[in-house]
């Protein structure tokens, strides 16, 4: 397979070429820390929340909205930057998402307003989107099936790093500069994506695959794309785990340092452990992958995630899982976000299982329902008055029942495309 995309970038592909099926080590770990940009962006500045709350003058629950800004910004950015890799390759768009992630990233380390800061978190998600869709596309480009799906879980090994750090690196930048040294932290990182992109990252789709698109074919491509069952059933599900998983981003700094009376240092401990649960889920579903079908370990996981979302509810209308037992809240979450390891990766795969000639559209529609749904989570409980942890179990819960719902849908299908 030929990767040539232009004059300029022919020699790279050259000297970069990639083998279909596999991706060398070094395009994995390169993927891996432009994806992360997104928990990088979402998760080191959680422990800024109380200053960010105090200083731009949002009021109670303002953070939380900032963070709902983000993830809106990541829904809508998705739905064009797919259609934008579809037709100009994968550099072009990943390059001018990236700038423009720094730009906003620079935007909020500068403003003294609310609502601007609030206007350049969403243009930075605007940006920050091409990371979310481009890897995803590369890696539909490269394999697919279970091999897919073991590229996805050694992109999760590297991009999972962040939420382990990211907490802990801003309580660090806390503890000797100003919040807003977060945002340039961004926009440094932002920066030194694209000089790696640009120096490295040769374009995994060719010209003559390329496709010409206008407004409205863009439209009935997507509409196309949604009324696939296999794909819907597995994007809405993940939909339904982006909502999981915000729930608990958004409330984790009130729940963990308020409620349960966590350290910023303990709660930064208890963040990345939680997030390396994650990871391990998800390597060990690399590994089982070639034994079992995706769609199974998939099902198995949800099943997880619905008898730990149930326990958590449970024990935190009971009054167990709480103040009187913080270690209980943190079994809990992490037994919920590990199962998700099982989930996530297999559901990315099984959504793109008849849409390799237009990945780049499908893992767009793909973000932009997960982010979408996801968000919603995080505006939720910006109202919710959170004085204990059962708002935020019974959140959890309710993105559970709905990733339910979705594996039931999607068994439906299974057998007759697997």
Known sequence: MSFSSSP??????????????????????????????????????????????????????SAQITLAAWFAGLAIGQFSQGPLSDRLGRRVPLLGGLTLFSIASAGCALSTDYHMFCVWRFLGALGGSASVVVPRAIVRDIATGAQGARIMAQLTLVFGLMPILAPSLGSLVLSVGHWRWIFWFGTLY????????????????????????????????????????????????????????????????????????????????????????????????GRLVHRVAPHVLMQRGVVAITLSAGLFLTLSVAGLAGPRHPLLVCAMVGLVTGSLGFVNPNATVLAFTRHGHHAGSASALLGTLQFTIGSL???????????????????????????????????QHAAAEI
């Open 8 to 61: 300029s970038t022919s020699a790279l592909a050259y000297r970069h070429r990639i083998p279909v099926g596999s991706l060398p080590a070094w395009l994995v770990i390169l993927l891996g820390l432009v994806t992360a940009i997104g928990p990088l962006a979402t998760d080191m500045y959680l422990p800024a929340f109380p200053a960010v709350d105090s200083e731009l003058g949002g009021g109670p629950g």
């Open 190 to 285: 932002g920066m030194a994506g694209v000089i790696a992109i640009a120096w490295t990252l040769p374009d995994t789709l060719p010209r003559e695959r390329r496709i010409a698109l206008s407004a409205s074919t863009v439209l009935w491509r997507y509409v196309g794309i949604a009324r696939e069952p296999m794909f819907l059933s597995a994007a809405l599900l993940l939909g339904f785990s982006a909502f999981v998983m915000f729930a608990y981003l958004a409330s984790a700094p009130i729940l963990f340092e308020q409620i349960l009376s966590f350290t910023p240092q303990q709660f930064g401990l208890f963040f990345g452990m939680n997030a390396a649960l994650f990871i391990a889920g998800a390597q060990i579903n």
């Open 377 to 411: 989570s995080g505006v939720l409980l910006g109202y919710l008055p959170l004085t204990s942890a059962v708002p935020v179990a019974a959140t959890m819960a309710g993105g559970v029942a709905g990733m339910l719902a979705c594996m039931l849908w999607h068994r």
